[in-house]
């Protein structure tokens, strides 16, 4: 398994950005798939953006697309997770999570695909 950190959280107004960052160990990273989940109080973990070993397949929920974008720095072993246009319906812990057992998946979307997450990181969106 890989420790994963995120950071980047905190509180914006509506139509506000902000990057999360996940900060990975280990040397493997770098070929592991990768994800961005949330959740809110009372409700349960959702997918919000998958991306492979590469990078260069992502995949976003539709209630972010075109608002998130998911990245990767394999050189830092960090993935990123740019938020524009927040809205307060974005307001949520989010995690970031790793399957070491492959760099691209099916679907990124399911979360007991993911055998490492984060401790996660609080998005407060004010309107």
């Known amino acids: 398994q890989v420790q994963l950190v995120e950071s980047g959280g905190g509180l914006v107004q509506a139509g506000g950005s902000l990057r999360l960052s996940c900060a990975a160990s280990?040397?493997?990273?770098?070929?592991?798939?990768m994800g961005w989940f949330r959740q809110a109080p009372g409700k349960e973990r959702e997918f919000v953006a998958g991306?492979?070993?590469?990078?260069?397949?992502?995949d976003h929920a539709d209630s972010v697309k075109g608002r998130f974008t998911i990245s990767r720095d394999r050189t830092k072993n960090t993935l990123y997770l740019q938020m524009n246009s927040l809205k307060p319906e974005d307001t949520a812990v989010y995690y970031c999570?790793?399957?070491?057992?492959?760099?691209?998946?099916?679907?990124?979307?399911?979360?007991?695909?993911?055998?490492?997450w984060g401790q996660g990181t609080q998005v407060t969106v004010s309107s």
């Open positions: 999570a790793a399957n070491s057992r492959a760099g691209t998946l099916a679907s990124y979307s399911v979360p007991h695909q993911y055998d490492s």
């Open positions: 280990g040397r493997t990273f770098s070929s592991y798939a």
């Open positions: 991306i492979n070993w590469s990078g260069a397949s992502t």
